[in-house]
């Protein structure tokens, strides 16, 4: 009879509750926010914000409502503070909603929005990152290719920007196709 009343955090659906926004002064607190509040096990997305909050390349955390004190306090004993908080009123984008792979003999490509990692399927070699257009790709590049899946940065732990956002969500996708 009172089968599924206590959840975990983790397992609480952000669209059967109000939600809200956390709105950071840059995408690498979003990065670094995400993170922590993943791990520990708080049910929370990266999103796209709405027009009216939007500046540039722009991520908001999606979190809920009912849990903004304990998010905010959490993240205020690691030095991150957020611009606002708000409860969501309009839809939130995906921040990365375009997923193409492509194969050309043993090489695979898995992009993201604008980002694209190449890898080697037999070797799991990274042969090359491109895309984008924040000033970070280069240095992703740089960090990255020539390295194997296994022991390549994650984009994630070494990025700030959009880019490195889109480039962790290909990383991932690509280190999955590899590994069947």
């Given at each position: 009879?009172?089968?599924?009343?206590?959840?975990?955090?983790?397992?609480?659906?952000l669209q059967?509750?109000?939600?809200?926004?956390?709105?950071?002064?840059?995408?690498?607190?979003v990065?670094?926010a995400?993170?922590?509040?993943?791990k520990?096990g708080?049910?929370?997305?990266?999103?796209g914000?709405?027009?009216?909050l939007?500046?540039g390349?722009?991520?908001?955390?999606?979190?809920?409502?009912?849990?903004?004190?304990?998010?905010?306090?959490?993240?205020?004993?690691i030095?991150?503070?957020?611009?606002?908080?708000v409860?969501?009123?309009?839809?939130?984008l995906?921040?990365?909603?375009?997923?193409?792979?492509k194969e050309?003999?043993?090489?695979?490509?898995?992009r993201?929005?604008?980002m694209?990692?190449t890898?080697?399927?037999?070797?799991?070699?990274?042969?090359n990152?491109?895309g984008?257009?924040c000033?970070?790709v280069?240095?992703l590049?740089?960090?990255?290719?020539d390295?194997?899946?296994?022991?390549a940065?994650?984009?994630?732990?070494?990025?700030?920007?959009?880019?490195?956002?889109?480039?962790?969500?290909?990383?991932?996708w690509v280190?999955?196709l590899?590994?069947?």
């Open positions: 009879m009172f089968r599924g009343f206590m959840k975990k955090k983790s397992d609480l659906d059967n509750q109000d939600r809200g926004i956390l709105v950071f002064e840059n995408t690498t607190e990065i670094r995400e993170k922590v509040l993943k520990e708080w049910n929370i997305k990266v999103k914000p709405p027009p009216d939007r500046s390349c722009d991520l908001v955390i999606e979190f809920p409502l009912i849990e903004e004190l304990a998010i905010i306090r959490r993240l205020s004993e030095k991150i503070k957020p611009l606002q908080a409860p969501v009123e309009s839809v939130l995906e921040p990365v909603d375009i997923y193409h792979k050309y003999g043993r090489y695979i490509m898995v993201a929005a604008n694209k990692i890898v080697d399927r037999n070797t799991r070699l990274i042969v990152v491109s984008g257009g000033p970070d280069p240095y590049a740089g960090q990255m290719v390295k194997n899946l296994s022991n940065p994650q984009p994630r732990d070494i990025g700030h920007t959009l880019c490195a956002y889109a480039l962790q969500i290909a990383y991932d280190v999955e590899c590994s069947v």
